[in-house]
């Protein structure tokens, strides 16, 4: 069993990330963390855990992006399953040893993932999200330009002889690579899975791609579900984000919104603009999703003002 980490200055994170697969259950698993360039001491600290480990190899390249980075992983990786863990998120104890358990017993299965606890950068709880379980539910939300609805990256583990059959991941649509690989395996005429289990804790925060490249990913996504309609003769409709585009800020305490959380939410707003008041216009979206959830926020704005003495 193989796993695949591309790293793009992790420091914080990595050695957290590479700890969460030595305690993997599943113990005959080879790690292989492709430091994609990084500036700072991201590869210095995957050599040390790596000397310590037998189990851990690091390749390193001029950065490249990560579809690029995990091409390269899967090319070097011994077995003929392989997951994937993104360098700033954790795996469950138990995620390995569910996952091969699963494709095992489907065998029909080319990919599978599973449900993730969203934490913020401190590995604070924020919420949980579980994509859905059978084929035909993924398909309806990936062919409806809902890329959470099919396998959270974190969370996916492939067969190799799938991968290598649809080319891997395409590097010109980074950074929807994911979404573009899950279309491409369902209109291969392949079938995608999820297990009812958290199998990652995934990290939002103000660095992350997904975070950070929110336009780009739209503009990736939409090329994406184009090429696959073409695929399938399908009438092409664009993704679009409804509103202002979602800025890192919003992104977070919509998620913390979502998971019930509405006091924290405010509270990440609220020091936002305080910290930025000309950016206000970074938030409409958010407060028109706090708006909307009616007297509750009320209660909780009064608190997050009695939280900054006002």
Excluded at 142 to 150: C, H, P, S, V
Excluded at 228 to 238: D, E, K, L, Q, T
Aim: with cysteine; glycine share 6%.
């Amino acid at each position: 069993m193989s796993c695949v980490v591309a790293a793009y200055n992790a420091e914080r994170y990595v050695a957290a990330c590479i700890a969460s697969l030595q305690r993997q259950r599943h113990a005959n698993l080879e790690i292989i963390v492709v430091d994609d360039g990084s500036s700072d001491q991201t590869r210095e600290i995957v050599e040390a855990i790596a000397k310590r480990d037998s189990r851990i190899q690091i390749i390193s390249i001029s950065n490249s992006k990560q579809a690029a980075a995990r091409n390269l992983g899967v090319s070097r990786a011994k077995y003929d399953f392989i997951a994937f863990l993104d360098a700033d998120d954790i795996a469950a104890q138990d995620r390995i040893e569910k996952q091969l358990a699963y494709l095992s017993d489907n065998p029909q299965i080319c990919a599978v993932g599973g449900g993730i606890r969203l934490v913020d950068d401190q590995l604070r709880e924020i919420g949980y999200d579980f994509p859905p379980e059978a084929h035909e539910e993924i398909c309806k939300k990936l062919y409806a330009g809902i890329a959470a609805g099919g396998i959270f990256l974190s969370t996916a583990m492939v067969r190799r002889s799938s991968f290598e059959a649809v080319k891997g991941f395409r590097t010109e649509i980074v950074p929807a690579e994911d979404y573009d690989l899950w279309l491409r395996f369902a209109d291969a005429g392949e079938r995608l899975g999820n297990i009812p289990n958290v199998l990652s804790d995934y990290r939002v925060h103000l660095e992350s791609d997904s975070s950070k490249l929110t336009l780009c990913q739209l503009k990736c996504m939409n090329r994406a579900l184009a090429d696959s309609c073409r695929r399938r003769n399908a009438p092409f409709i664009a993704v679009r984000q409804s509103g202002i585009p979602v800025q890192p800020l919003d992104r977070i305490a919509t998620v913390l919104v979502m998971n019930g959380k509405l006091t924290r939410a405010i509270k990440i707003v609220f020091s936002g603009a305080a910290r930025n008041p000309l950016g206000a216009s970074s938030y409409v979206s958010i407060l028109r999703l706090l708006y909307n959830q009616g007297e509750r926020v009320l209660r909780s704005c009064l608190k997050v003002a009695r939280w900054r003495g006002h």
